[in-house]
């Protein structure tokens, strides 16, 4: 029989405050305290950079771009990458099934794969390169981390993110790397509450969790709502 996870909505969060978050979540999950749990948000406009990625990975901004983006150490793999409002995160802290990290990036993919197929979006995989592709234009970005076989960090699917903001970074490393997202492909987007209900629906077909209904819990209030005592496992 598979494990019931709650799903938690975290609505718009700050990055390194969720990371830290995710740290703490994933202890109590290797410590047995937490079946696992899969966290549902977007990001205020930030560049991360993985254990691969540098200042190399960022490009200068130009006179017209006002805005400065943030940029943060990430504990996941990878490279640099984006995140902003519009772009729907998730973050599955699970142990990791059958202890196989290649076969679970695979299952990633597959639920972002089906999600997007549900909106009429054909994407594809691209072998040696962990994320999902229209074409030749990225759509879904996957990046984990992994302690004593506990997994953390996910994927980023871009929904009607402002495409303009990735001309900050060298995306994954890749040079002539162009993005793209739902509203680009479709010229229409359903509400980010569909999406999220969508990609819970796909992640329950293609992972051995049984999700709840997504809740919106602040992250302050995530460990209460979880039952675990901040003193255990959220220090």
């Given at each position: 029989m598979t494990d019931r996870i709650r799903v938690i909505d975290l609505g718009l969060a700050d990055y390194e405050r969720v990371q830290t978050l995710q740290g703490r979540l994933r202890r109590a999950v290797v410590d047995g305290r937490l079946p696992g749990v899969l966290l549902l948000?977007?990001?205020?406009?930030?560049?991360?950079?993985?254990?691969?990625?540098?200042?190399?990975?960022?490009?200068?901004r130009s006179p017209e771009e006002s805005m400065e983006l943030p940029?943060?150490?990430?504990?996941?793999?990878?490279?640099?990458?984006?995140?902003?409002?519009?772009?729907?995160?998730?973050?599955?802290?699970?142990?990791?099934?059958?202890?196989?990290?290649?076969?679970?990036?695979?299952?990633?993919?597959?639920?972002?794969?089906?999600?997007l197929a549900d909106l009429g979006i054909d994407?594809?995989?691209?072998?040696?390169?962990?994320?999902?592709y229209v074409e030749d234009r990225k759509i879904a970005s996957i990046g984990?981390?992994?302690?004593?076989?506990?997994?953390?960090?996910g994927t980023s699917l871009n929904v009607d993110v402002?495409?303009?903001?990735?001309?900050?970074?060298?995306?994954?490393?890749?040079?002539?790397?162009?993005?793209?997202?739902?509203?680009?492909?479709?010229?229409?987007?359903?509400?980010?509450?569909?999406?999220?209900?969508?990609?819970?629906?796909?992640?329950?077909?293609?992972?051995?969790?049984?999700p709840d209904v997504p809740v919106s819990v602040t992250p302050d209030d995530v460990a209460a709502y979880l039952g675990l005592s901040e003193a255990s496992a959220l220090p």
């Amino acid at each position: 029989m598979t494990d019931r996870i709650r799903v938690i909505d975290l609505g718009l969060a700050d990055y390194e405050r969720v990371q830290t978050l995710q740290g703490r979540l994933r202890r109590a999950v290797v410590d047995g305290r937490l079946p696992g749990v899969l966290l549902l948000l977007e990001h205020p406009p930030v560049v991360t950079l993985g254990s691969r990625g540098g200042s190399e990975d960022l490009r200068p901004r130009s006179p017209e771009e006002s805005m400065e983006l943030p940029v943060c150490r990430a504990e996941r793999g990878g490279r640099a990458t984006l995140h902003a409002p519009g772009q729907l995160v998730s973050y599955p802290i699970v142990p990791l099934p059958r202890r196989d990290l290649r076969a679970y990036v695979a299952a990633l993919e597959e639920v972002l794969i089906r999600l997007l197929a549900d909106l009429g979006i054909d994407a594809h995989r691209s072998v040696g390169r962990p994320g999902l592709y229209v074409e030749d234009r990225k759509i879904a970005s996957i990046g984990l981390r992994c302690e004593r076989w506990v997994a953390s960090h996910g994927t980023s699917l871009n929904v009607d993110v402002d495409l303009e903001l990735f001309g900050r970074i060298v995306s994954c490393g890749e040079e002539h790397l162009r993005q793209t997202s739902i509203l680009a492909e479709r010229g229409r987007i359903p509400s980010m509450t569909a999406v999220k209900a969508g990609y819970v629906d796909a992640f329950a077909h293609v992972l051995p969790w049984r999700p709840d209904v997504p809740v919106s819990v602040t992250p302050d209030d995530v460990a209460a709502y979880l039952g675990l005592s901040e003193a255990s496992a959220l220090p």
